[in-house]
């Protein structure tokens, strides 16, 4: 019988060897610390910033103060009327300051304590904004697409939801994580690997945010500004009807629009669907406010 020799290893060993240093070396890599890291201050700065959006209790992302985001507002408005055609007097200066108040004191019990201000400005653009601290501008392009004073109501309670809202608030918050997540993406990226390959997946990452995360969010702020802004013009005596109308008109009024996907906004198709599926809820309010019906 032959003995083995004790010091002859089994062919087993030498792969169980192997495997083990394989796995040595497919080990931990320092290149995930900052994936972890971003990882840790994500999941603090997101549940520890969080608060609700007034009459949608929608949790929100928000790491500004008040007193910091009024302060970012009136810096802005200041700006822009410096750099615009201010319309100070005539009837259009007076229908827009009566239609701000109305809407403002609608929403009294979401106003965390904003300085009104309601500005005409002279311009071509359609377009309207509410700035936080309550700094509303309204541009004379958009009175004709507006048509009456409804239309305005229902433009006006747009702009000043985003600001009951911290719509912008918000948007700097998430921005401010993406960016954060891409450089932890960047450094996590950058040993062991070309730099053609390094920008084609930055690349890849920054279009997933913009398309998958920022966009679609954006589309949901005007969403809900476009519910609220509808209940406040609601409150305010305006009639609620006039909510598609204006974006059938604004649909027309833009030609063409880019695909939903890639765009900020909903499309005006889409926006005339939601207030629809709302318009019970507001006439509602309407006639509890207004002792009635909307006339017509």
Same mark, same amino acid.
């Given at each position: 019988?032959?003995?083995?020799?004790?010091?002859?290893?089994?062919?087993?060993?030498?792969?169980?060897?192997?495997?083990?240093?394989?796995?040595? /070396?497919?080990?931990?890599?320092?290149?995930?610390?900052?994936?972890?890291?971003?990882?840790?201050?994500?999941?603090?700065?997101?549940?520890?910033?969080?608060?609700?959006?007034?009459?949608? #209790?929608?949790?929100?992302?928000? #790491?500004?103060?008040?007193?910091?985001?009024?302060?970012?507002?009136?810096?802005?408005?200041?700006?822009?009327?410096?750099?615009?055609?201010?319309?100070?007097?005539?009837?259009?200066?007076?229908?827009?300051?009566?239609?701000?108040?109305?809407?403002?004191?609608?929403?009294?019990?979401?106003?965390?304590?904003?300085?009104?201000?309601?500005?005409?400005?002279?311009?071509?653009?359609?377009?309207?904004?509410?700035?936080?601290?309550?700094?509303?501008?309204?541009?004379?392009?958009?009175?004709?697409?507006?048509?009456?004073?409804?239309?305005?109501?229902?433009?006006?309670?747009?702009?000043?939801? =985003?600001?009951?809202?911290? =719509?912008?608030?918000?948007?700097?918050?998430?921005?401010?994580?993406?960016?954060?997540?891409?450089?932890?993406?960047?450094?996590?990226?950058?040993?062991?690997?070309?730099?053609?390959?390094?920008?084609?997946?930055?690349?890849?990452?920054?279009?997933?945010?913009?398309?998958?995360?920022?966009?679609?969010?954006?589309? /949901?702020?005007?969403?809900?500004?476009?519910?609220?802004?509808?209940?406040?013009?609601?409150?305010?005596?305006?009639?609620?009807?006039?909510?598609?109308?204006?974006?059938?008109?604004?649909?027309?009024?833009?030609?063409?629009?880019?695909?939903?996907?890639?765009?900020? =906004?909903?499309?005006?198709?889409?926006?005339?669907?939601?207030?629809?599926?709302?318009?019970?809820?507001?006439?509602?309010?309407? /006639?509890?406010?207004?002792?009635?019906?909307?006339?017509?």
């Amino acid at each position: 019988m032959r003995i083995p020799n004790r010091t002859q290893r089994n062919p087993g060993q030498y792969s169980r060897q192997g495997n083990l240093k394989r796995r040595k /070396k497919g080990g931990f890599s320092m290149r995930w610390i900052p994936i972890i890291l971003f990882g840790l201050y994500f999941g603090w700065y997101y549940f520890g910033h969080q608060e609700r959006v007034p009459l949608t #209790d929608r949790k929100q992302l928000v #790491d500004l103060s008040r007193e910091e985001e009024m302060a970012l507002g009136l810096q802005s408005y200041q700006q822009i009327l410096q750099d615009s055609k201010v319309v100070r007097s005539g009837r259009n200066a007076e229908i827009i300051k009566e239609i701000g108040q109305k809407i403002a004191r609608a929403a009294s019990n979401e106003d965390p304590g904003f300085e009104w201000e309601y500005t005409l400005i002279q311009s071509d653009q359609a377009n309207a904004f509410c700035l936080p601290g309550g700094k509303v501008a309204v541009y004379t392009g958009i009175i004709p697409i507006a048509e009456n004073t409804d239309g305005l109501a229902i433009v006006m309670g747009h702009e000043i939801a =985003h600001a009951i809202a911290r =719509h912008g608030a918000e948007r700097m918050a998430y921005q401010k994580l993406m960016q954060f997540g891409t450089m932890a993406a960047g450094v996590a990226l950058g040993g062991g690997m070309d730099i053609s390959t390094q920008r084609a997946i930055m690349g890849a990452m920054g279009a997933g945010g913009q398309y998958g995360i920022l966009l679609p969010f954006s589309r /949901k702020h005007e969403s809900e500004a476009d519910y609220i802004g509808l209940l406040y013009a609601a409150r305010s005596c305006y009639d609620p009807r006039e909510a598609p109308k204006l974006w059938q008109r604004m649909g027309e009024a833009s030609g063409g629009t880019p695909a939903e996907f890639a765009s900020t =906004h909903p499309s005006p198709k889409t926006r005339i669907q939601q207030f629809e599926q709302w318009m019970p809820e507001a006439l509602e309010i309407y /006639k509890q406010n207004c002792g009635g019906n909307p006339p017509g």
